[in-house]
């Protein structure tokens, strides 16, 4: 895995609707890239046998008013 760097978050933020300054997206981009070498850590047998989780309700359609 590479590490993300400022121009690719500030262009991910950018795709999202998103301005970020220079020293905000350096913060990001260094907290993001720690955060993706540590799951390139992780076994990739042991994220096959991973069951996904509901973190979050979804609602019907009917159900949103």
Do not use: C, H, W, Y
């Amino acid at each position: 895995m590479t590490d993300l760097n400022r121009a690719d978050i500030i262009e991910m933020a950018r795709a999202a609707g998103l301005e970020l300054d220079e020293a905000r997206a350096d913060t990001i981009a260094s907290r993001l890239s720690g955060i993706l070498s540590e799951l390139d850590q992780i076994p990739i047998e042991n994220m096959m046998s991973a069951e996904p989780v509901q973190i979050f309700s979804v609602k019907e359609a009917s159900d949103r008013g």
